[in-house]
């Protein structure tokens, strides 16, 4: 689109981008089969799942929007509302309407700057335009996109006046400013032209409490313009007082009576407009060209080639629709291209099921899709922003805790981008997206905690390796120094290398199995060499036991017999009547005579060996 005015921007080619599907292919961790399977599983178990919508590029020319069937059914054109949904932030919709054949797209191409390539005109009795057209570029602004819509012409001989009132509904419905386009002046036959106007509510319901019709059309009605085509005649008062064109159309609206051949349908008509259309106003424009010849090409004409007075008076219309345009809004909020389309979807389906549709009830079906679009895009954002795949576990369980919040916050964040809040179907959709993100959560952590179970028992079977061969091959004997400093250094290795939830649970069942059997064995050797020692001393407690058994019965036989000479003792005492002193007495005298006896002898015989022949006294 060409810039209308200094105002107006370049626009810009903005798309939906989504990521496409990733096919990575698993990259499987050491060989050992544990840990394989366990990837295995995680990869054909539910994945984050990414999805991709086609580019939608801007199309400079026109794009159907909403098309009418031989039978009379409308339907909403995939490549118009496709459009629609492309553009992002507020939009403005200057829209125009009329009678066939009047060069309403010739209007629309001069506000397009587009003459000879836009709007298909016409010069013949035929009509060119059927249903509603978009043009494929917006008109960019520091607020809104703008865009135009071009629609098919009332009073047509071949349509019914039902189908031009449905129509005319939806140019109402949508637009934000809406362009009635007629030739001459404002008179019976135009007013009658105009009768659409009173069909709208017939067409159309606001709400639900349906009191005043066209009160409530009010609030969602776009302003209203009405251009005067090839307008003549001089524009002054009863008094011949310079009057504008916009004065002209209030005093004929609101005139108190009306004659004609029909003055309580004039009325009806007039009023109707008056309770609609609270914003309006009306410029007229003369002929753009002197010539028939001229008027027949005028889409091949450039613009310098119009009259003067045709092109000031377009400056005025374009400013009135283009620069004064105001946001479109529904329901009090400023809407987006892809409310506009949903809207548009559903009011027609509900025209052709015969049903007057609700724009209540419609916002709120369209309120409810968006908030459900919502979801689907705040879970995939939220797969997305994961960034992390199930073939990468296992991860520490902190860190994976901290990446799903992290996600999930940034999944969360496409609610604060919302244009038309519901507060309620916003925490519903939160609460339902909760219930997602915890059943992640879980699933995320039980697959993460099975792959670490299989990558730390694979790499505790790896670092304990060579000492589980000497421990099976006894190569360790009873050194248990020794086989305790291997042990140590292989569990300092699986620290450096475990990763996970699950490292210390593995290396405790790998321990039980494998160290505390190792212990098993070394203090079964000890214990044997116990027993050994232990044999050697209970047999020396038995030798023991023995002699002392042997000493004890010593000591009895001398019992006894000190007893018995005790006995022979007292016997004595009692039949020679020496007392035990005096025996005691007697008994060391003759101890020290065997003494002397002893003596003696032991000196004669030494005196023999000698030759000595002293006598010994």
């Not at 939906?16 to 050491?30: A, H, Q, W």
């Not at 606001?206 to 005649?233: G, T, Y």
């Not at 505390?516 to 038995?542: C, M, P, T, W």
């Amino acid at each position: 689109m060409a810039n209308i005015e200094s105002y107006y921007t370049k626009p810009v080619n903005e798309s939906e981008i989504y990521s496409k599907p990733s096919n990575t292919s698993p990259e499987l961790f050491s060989p050992e089969n544990l840990y394989r399977s366990i990837r295995n599983k995680s990869k054909r178990s539910q994945s984050p799942s990414k999805t991709s919508d086609t580019e939608t590029k801007l199309h400079k020319g026109p794009l159907k929007l909403v098309s009418v069937s031989e039978e009379g059914k409308f339907e909403v054109c995939e490549e118009g509302a496709r459009f629609l949904r492309s553009l992002k932030g507020n939009v403005g919709i200057v829209g125009i309407a009329g009678p066939a054949r009047c060069g309403k797209s010739f209007l629309l191409n001069l506000l397009a700057s587009e003459l000879g390539s836009g709007f298909q005109v016409g010069n013949l009795t035929k009509a060119c335009t059927e249903g509603i057209w978009v043009w494929g570029e917006p008109i960019v602004t520091p607020n809104m996109n703008i865009i135009l819509l071009d629609s098919e012409g009332t009073k047509s001989l071949e349509k019914s006046e039902t189908h031009d009132a449905k129509l005319f509904a939806l140019m109402v419905l949508v637009c934000s400013v809406l362009m009635y386009n007629s030739k001459g002046v404002i008179d019976e036959q135009a007013l009658n032209q105009l009768s659409l106007a009173t069909h709208i509510s017939e067409m159309i319901s606001v709400s639900i409490e349906n009191e005043d019709p066209e009160s409530q059309l009010a609030e969602l009605a776009p302003k209203f313009i009405w251009v005067l085509r090839d307008f003549h005649l001089a524009l002054v008062d009863e008094e011949s007082n310079p009057v504008t064109s916009k004065d002209y159309m209030e005093n004929i609206l609101n005139m108190k009576t009306h004659f004609g051949r029909n003055p309580e349908k004039m009325k009806s008509v007039r009023e109707n407009l008056l309770k609609i259309f609270k914003n309006r106003d009306c410029i007229y424009l003369p002929r753009p060209a002197d010539t028939e010849e001229h008027l027949c090409s005028l889409s091949s004409q450039d613009t310098s080639t119009l009259r003067s007075k045709f092109v000031k008076q377009f400056e005025v219309l374009r400013k009135s629709a283009l620069k004064n345009c105001a946001p479109k809004r529904i329901q009090g909020a400023e809407v987006e291209g892809t409310h506009v389309a949903d809207l548009l979807s559903q009011i027609t389906k509900a025209i052709n099921m015969g049903v007057v549709p609700c724009i209540q009830n419609t916002w709120k079906k369209i309120i409810e899709n968006q908030y459900e679009e919502l979801l689907d895009k705040c879970r995939k954002k939220y797969s997305k922003a994961r960034k992390f795949e199930i073939l990468n576990l296992p991860y520490e369980e902190g860190e994976l805790l901290f990446k799903l919040q992290a996600a999930k916050d940034n999944a969360l964040s496409v609610f604060r981008e919302v244009q038309i809040k519901d507060e309620a179907l916003e925490e519903h959709c939160k609460e339902e997206f909760e219930v997602i993100y915890n059943e992640d959560v879980k699933y995320i952590l039980e697959a993460n905690y099975e792959a670490s179970e299989g990558f730390n028992t694979s790499v505790a079977e790896r670092v304990f390796k060579k000492v589980i061969v000497k421990l099976s091959n006894c190569e360790y004997g009873d050194d248990f120094a020794s086989f305790m400093k291997d042990w140590t250094k292989a569990m300092e290795r699986y620290e450096k290398k475990a990763q996970g939830p699950a490292k210390f649970s593995v290396i405790s069942e790998f321990s039980k199995l494998h160290q505390h059997s190792a212990f098993s064995r070394f203090f079964e050797n000890i214990v044997d060499e116990y027993e050994k020692e232990l044999g050697s001393v209970r047999k020396e407690q038995n030798k023991f036991e023995k002699r002392l058994k042997e000493r004890e019965k010593a000591v009895v036989t001398k019992e006894k017999e000190y007893k018995t000479l005790e006995e022979k003792l007292n016997q004595f005492e009692s039949e020679t009547g020496i007392t035990r002193r005096e025996s005691e007495d007697i008994i060391s005298f003759l101890e020290r005579v065997r003494t002397q006896v002893t003596y003696k002898t032991i000196r004669t015989t030494h005196s023999k060996k000698e030759g000595c022949k002293c006598s010994v006294f």
